[in-house]
Nanobody
Framework: QVQLVESGGGLVQAGGSLRLSCIAS????????MGWFRQAPGKEREFVAT????????SYADSVKGRFTISRDNAKNTVYLQMNSLKPEDTAVYYC?????????????WGQGTQVTVSS
C-alpha cells in the first residue's frame, strides 16, 4: 500500500519559516515527479511546487517563487518544502503528491495533508 505522510506543519508568524517533509512508503518514486499542492479554506486546491525525479528540475507557482524551495532525497524516498518569508495568504492545508500530471493539476498519489497557519 502506497502512503505519503507529511509532517512539519504548524503555526508561525508572518515572516517566519517552516520546513515540510513527506516520506513515501509502499513503492519508490525515485523515477517520478513529486511535489506539493495546497488548499486554503473556501478555495480550490492549487499547485505549489514540483521536482523532477533527478532533483535538478523544479517548478514553482508564481505566488511562492523566491520564498519556497523544494528538494528531494531519493535514498530516503522523501521530498521537502522549505518555506521562508511566510505570509498570511500561505495559510492552507499542504498536500504532498507523487506522479504529478504534466499540467500540474493532479497526481496519482496524495498525502493526508498538513496544516500551515501564518498569523499576521
Amino acid at each position: 500500500q502506497v502512503q505519503l505522510v507529511e509532517s512539519g506543519g504548524g503555526l508561525v508568524q508572518a515572516g517566519g519559516s517552516l520546513r515540510l517533509s513527506c516520506i513515501a512508503s509502499g513503492r519508490t518514486f525515485s523515477s517520478s515527479s513529486m511535489g506539493w499542492f495546497r488548499q486554503a479554506p473556501g478555495k480550490e486546491r492549487e499547485f505549489v511546487a514540483t521536482i523532477r525525479w533527478n532533483g535538478y528540475i523544479t517548478s514553482y507557482a508564481d505566488s511562492v517563487k523566491g520564498r519556497f524551495t523544494i528538494s528531494r532525497d531519493n535514498a530516503k524516498n522523501t521530498v521537502y518544502l522549505q518555506m521562508n518569508s511566510l505570509k498570511p495568504e500561505d495559510t492552507a492545508v499542504y498536500y504532498c503528491a507523487a506522479v504529478i500530471t504534466p499540467t500540474r493539476t493532479g497526481a496519482s498519489y496524495w498525502g493526508q495533508g498538513t496544516q500551515v497557519t501564518v498569523s499576521s
